[in-house]
């Protein structure tokens, strides 16, 4: 849809440079925008680009709104503004309510009719399906699910059985929640299976990303708190507990019964063992590993970035050699004394 330079700053408190009766339609890169467009810059290293941007319009800082070559909108955060904005610019698709002819629905299943139930889905027993919710094709509702209002399961979405989710949320393609969690007891004679008989509590404006999976409870439910954002391929393990506005981006994952705090951030491949407790207002950096409880907000990280081959192998090597190197220094301490 098109929305002028004005609606847009007198919606989001922006200050406007330039026409306030031009119009937008659609959102770009600075490097790729063209006629139509609205852009944004909000990192540095991107500020190259602005000079020769197409745009229409750029949301910047006001640090940065002198070099604007085209209209600008002014704010001091321009990335969740330009972000609200966009979401007005290209707003999901409009429901189209009722149930495909190919879906299936459990009799005792409720599904409101304001609903849209897409081919080949399946609904099961006792499922509760409120207003405006999207059932993509292929996706299952399993057994004494319940839906929130507005709330979107993409193409091949499986709630395996007793998940709640709230409203407004999105869940992705591919992603399984309510499967069964790793639980198993070790015998001598191999293993044995732990029923897995809790379920999932999903809150409001929670995002779930492709092909992520969040497991049942073992005993009790596993819990997603409101406005929480996974990315594809994250895994949460049973009975964890993941707070509040926490985000955590693609191939992180929490092992059972970690309990995160609220506004936490991790990054690529992080995660934690099981049965650890992580404060609100901590960031894991990509690839680290929580094995022990964080009780204080801040910056965490475990991992080596990448280097030259020749100059890490030597690292390596070094760091083989250091069970020799402390003996010899107790023993130069010892004689010492």
């Known amino acids: 849809m098109a929305i002028s330079l004005g609606e847009l700053a007198g919606k989001f408190g922006c200050d406007l440079v330039g ?39 750029v949301v910047l800082s006001p640090a940065d709104a002198p070099d604007s070559p085209v209209a600008s909108l002014i704010c001091n955060d321009p990335y969740p503004v330009f972000a609200r904005m966009a979401a007005i610019l290209h707003p999901p698709s409009a429901i189209d309510p009722g149930i495909h002819a190919t879906a299936v629905v459990h009799e005792s299943a409720r599904v409101d009719a304001t609903a849209q139930v897409d081919a080949h889905a399946v609904i099961d027993e006792k499922c509760v399906i409120h207003a405006g919710v999207y059932i993509g094709p292929g996706s299952y509702v399993g ?61 409001d404006d929670v995002e779930i990303g492709a092909n992520t999976t969040i497991d049942c409870g073992a005993m009790g439910d596993t819990v997603i708190e409101n406005g929480v954002r996974l990315d594809n391929l994250c895994m949460i393990g049973h009975n964890s507990h993941v707070g509040a506005h926490t985000a955590m981006a693609a191939m992180s994952g929490l092992a059972g019964s970690s309990v995160v705090g609220q ?19 901590v960031l894991i950096s990509g690839r680290g590993m929580v ?16 280097e030259e081959a020749g100059e890490w192998s030597r690292k390596v090597a070094r760091l083989r050699r250091i069970e020799t190197l402390y003996d010899r220094v107790r023993k130069l301490e010892k004689g010492m004394k």
């Open 19 to 57: 026409d306030p009766d031009v119009s937008v339609d659609h959102v770009a890169t600075l490097s790729s925008a063209g006629p139509g467009a609205l852009s944004f810059l909000a990192n540095p290293a991107l500020k190259s680009q602005l000079s020769g941007t197409k745009a229409i319009a």
């Open 143 to 203: 057994r004494n699910c319940t839906i929130g209002d507005d709330t979107r399961l993409q193409a091949n979405v499986t709630l395996a059985r007793q998940v709640t989710i709230g409203k407004r949320g999105n869940v992705h393609p591919g992603a399984v929640i309510g499967a069964d969690g790793f639980g198993n007891a070790r015998t001598a004679e191999g293993w044995i299976k732990v029923p897995q008989v809790g379920g999932v509590r999903i809150g």
């Open 291 to 306: 094995t022990k409880d964080i009780t204080e907000p801040g910056v965490y990280a475990s991992h080596f970035p990448a």
């Open 263 to 281: 506004r936490c951030m991790f990054g690529g491949q992080s995660g934690s063992v099981g049965h650890v407790t992580i404060c609100d207002d």
